[in-house]
């Protein structure tokens, strides 16, 4: 079973910046793509970006330019640095891989407002 943790969510006011961080506690981490999703109140959940083996990055049109993904394959780790936040970036956010596989960690809540 693999384990998913994600910290660094929490309350920011619009245009502020937020940088999550997850773990994922695999041998094979370093050869899988790894995906941050989220998923607001009454939505589905969506994946926001993923980046690959060999770094190469992809961003939802609604992210584009303002988010960038990162990963740390001697942590087991994938960040992602969020700017210029608006409120309609509020929502739980996931880590897993893409395509995502069974074992979802807990989130963290990531909320814009003044």
């Known amino acids: 079973q693999v384990q998913v943790v994600e910290s660094g969510g929490g309350l920011v006011q619009p245009g502020g910046s937020l940088r999550l961080s997850c773990r994922i506690s695999?041998?094979?981490?370093?050869?899988?793509?790894v995906g941050w999703y989220r998923q607001a109140p009454g939505k589905r959940r969506e994946l926001v970006a993923h980046?690959?083996?060999?770094?190469?990055?992809e961003y939802a049109d609604s992210v584009q330019g303002r988010f960038t993904i990162s990963r740390d394959n001697t942590k087991n780790t994938a960040n992602l640095q969020m700017n210029s936040l608006k409120p309609e970036d509020t929502a739980l956010y996931y880590c897993n891989t893409v395509p995502f596989g069974p074992d979802w960690g807990q989130g963290t809540q990531v909320t814009v407002s003044a």
């Open positions: 980046i690959g083996p060999k770094n190469r990055t």
């Open positions: 695999t041998a094979i981490f370093s050869i899988w793509t």
